[in-house]
Structure formats: C-alpha cells, structure tokens
C-alpha cells in the first residue's frame, strides 16, 4: 500500500505539472492555478491527520489519493468533465460510495469505543446515508457559489437548468445507496476491500477491529 500511493502521489504532482505548463502556454489561467494547487490536497489530508493526531493509514489514503486523482486532477485539471461525455455522472457516482466511506470512517472516529460491532447495522447505515447526501447538497452549493466568483458555468446552468445538478446528486444517491451494504456488512465482521480502508484505521489508531 505504501509504494502504491507514493508512486500515485508522484504520478499525480507530475501530472499537475504537466498540464498547468500546458495551460500557462495557451493563457488559461483558471486551469492554470488549479493544477498549481492540485498537491495541496493531499498535504491537506496528511495536515488533519496530525491535527486530529491520527496516525497515517495507506490503504485509507491510498483511496482518499486515487478519488482525488479521478476527480479533481483527471476531471478538473485535464477537463475529463468536459471533454468525454457522462464523467462528470461516473465521478459523481463514484463520489457517492467514496463520502460514504469517509462518513464510515467519522462514525467509528466519534464513537466512544471506536469498534466495530453488530449493533453498529441499525445506525451506521442511516448515518453514512444522510451524511453522503448532505455533503452532495452542500457541494452543490459550493459549485454554485463558485462559479459566480469564477465566470465557469461548473453548473451547466446554461446548457441543462437544473437538470445536470440533480443528475449530479441523483449520481451520488446511487453510490451512497450501492455502498449501505458494504457498511452493513462490515459491522458484522465481514468486511471487503473498500471497508477494509476502515479496518485498518481502527486498527492503526485505536488498536481494535
């Protein structure tokens, strides 16, 4: 796991760096400062690991990494959401089991043994459930509020009305759904790769599974 996400984490700056030289040559500016600041995301993510004085987990980040990769460096930064049509759908999908798995990780993060247990089936799933989704209105808003400071139609208002954001969150409803019974399943003690993430994190910091 470690030499995976350090060789992604390299692969992704250097990525970053190709396309904002690319971008700077044609006079883009936007996309220019968004591949500048592309490496502080993962930097920000290792930041609250030591503010919350949590120890770094691979397989958790490595995940944290490719979403990031997907999302913003291939979707934003080589403008995958406009370039190749329903990106933009799959991303936001995906984005869906993706909050699900962080809000997975907050639940046994704030729960006081931080254990995973069969009791856990009758609320994690509600609570990965309205967590995901208000995090996907709350990026809504962001898009929104972002593209009036920018002047991009992030939104496609022009194109679709509101049409592409309820698609967007509609995308997100179907990986949040489609995540629910990895989460129950893991609070039953039988866990696959993707909840493993969660595993490990408790494992790593609270030393129980």
């Known amino acids: 796991m470690a030499f995976l996400y350090k060789a992604m984490f390299v692969a992704y700056c250097l990525l970053a760096l190709i396309e904002a030289m690319r971008y700077i040559s044609g006079g883009d500016k936007y996309r220019f400062l968004l591949c500048i600041f592309a490496p502080a995301i993962p930097l920000a993510v290792i930041l609250i690991f030591r503010v919350l004085k949590l120890r770094f987990t691979w397989h958790l980040n490595l995940i944290i990494l490719g979403f990031t990769m997907l999302a913003y460096m291939i979707g934003s930064c080589v403008d995958l959401y406009h370039s190749v049509p329903g990106y933009d759908k799959f991303v936001h999908a995906m984005s869906g089991a993706f909050i699900s798995l962080l809000t997975c990780v907050a639940y046994y993060f704030i729960k006081p043994s931080h254990s995973i247990e ?18 996907a209105g709350l990026w809504e808003i962001w898009e929104y509020l972002m593209s009036g400071l920018t002047g991009q139609d992030l939104q496609f208002v022009a194109a679709t009305g509101v049409s592409d954001t309820m698609q967007d969150m509609i995308c997100c409803l179907i990986g949040t759904v489609a995540f629910l019974p990895s989460a129950i399943r893991l609070s039953r003690g039988r866990g696959d790769w993707l909840t493993g993430a969660v595993s490990d994190f408790i494992q790593e910091n609270y030393g129980s599974n």
């Open 118 to 135: 069969a009791i856990d089936a009758r609320l994690l799933p509600v609570f990965v459930f309205t967590g995901s989704m208000a995090i």
